[in-house]
């Protein structure tokens, strides 16, 4: 199995399924958790020097922040629906706690941060919405933390591809430093099919191929992407969606396409 592949696994007793942290990846600044989680149980996280986004990717959780209520949150059946997830930002140095309402799945997204900001719920008339690409290269994106909204370090976006088309494409990179071409940014890909019992496909490879890996992925699994170009392809018959956290020293979105592949962009 792939090194930058993981798979999700029975939930533990606070309802874990999966964990990414700088330490495990061998990178810097993304940390991402995934949780599922029972009606009336209850989970409590927050650290000093990391920001947090929470997304509920499904059902409803009551959320506290340093011991204010900051009310429900969430509510879609599947994000699969056309319907905004539950999001909240919890700067550094804060505490949060959620107890579930229902039956809920809950993503915590975080990167470094410092104290200061204040904790807010996302409304969902603050996550635009936009449609990329045309053809069989269409895909819809919620941009549920962008870079025109505040934080430190932290960009989450979640985006449905059609079954038989491709995402993330051309293919892009956010690896390297340079002011107004490009950012460097590490990257994580939180799948789910419909219907599950799919598989999708992605690529992480740099220009001189000394990381060039093809991936399957199944329901609930994570990619990480720490360097290169990271196209994703959903088969006929299973859409496919993803939730992206990106971090990196400097909180901008600027990719360079593959310049292989970039003639695409300009045919008429």
């Known amino acids: 199995m792939s090194a ?12 874990g399924v999966l964990e990414v942290t700088p330490q495990s990846a061998g990178w810097s600044h993304v940390g991402f958790k995934v949780h599922h989680l029972e009606a009336g149980q209850s989970l409590a996280g927050g650290e000093n020097d ?20 900051l009310g429900t949150i969430g509510g879609r059946a599947s994000v699969f629906e056309d319907a905004a997830p539950g999001a909240a930002y919890i700067p550094a ?21 410092k104290p200061g900001r204040e904790a807010r719920v996302i409304a969902d008339s603050a996550m635009s919405r936009e449609t990329r690409g045309q053809g069989t ?45 490009e950012t460097a940014l590490e990257e994580t890909y939180y799948h789910r099919l419909n219907p599950p019992q799919g598989f999708a496909f992605q690529r ?35 859409d496919l969606y993803y939730l992206n956290v990106m971090a990196g020293p400097t909180r901008q979105w600027i990719f360079r396409n593959d310049p292989a592949h970039e003639w695409m962009l300009k045919k008429k």
């Not at 947090?52 to 011991?67: M, N």
């Not at 199944?218 to 994703?232: E, F, L, N, S, T």
């Open 204 to 238: 992480v490879y740099t220009d001189d191929l000394s990381l060039d890996e093809a991936i399957c992925v199944q329901d609930g699994d994570v990619v990480m992407v720490p360097r290169g170009y990271h196209p994703v392809g959903a088969p006929h018959g299973y």
């Open 137 to 181: 290269n269409t895909r819809y994106v919620r941009n549920i933390l962008p870079q025109t909204e505040p934080a430190d370090s932290l960009l989450v976006v979640e985006v449905i591809t059609p079954g038989g088309n491709w995402s993330s494409y051309p293919p892009h990179k956010h690896d390297t430093a340079k002011v107004d071409e």
């Open 50 to 69: 990391r920001e947090t986004c929470l997304v509920v990717i499904a059902g409803k959780v009551k959320l506290h922040v340093d011991g204010d209520e």
């Open 93 to 113: 140095g804060s505490s949060f706690r959620f107890l579930a309402i229902s039956k809920a799945e809950v993503a915590i997204c975080s990167a470094p941060g």
């Open 4 to 15: 930058l592949l993981v798979r999700p696994h029975a939930p533990d007793l606070h309802g």
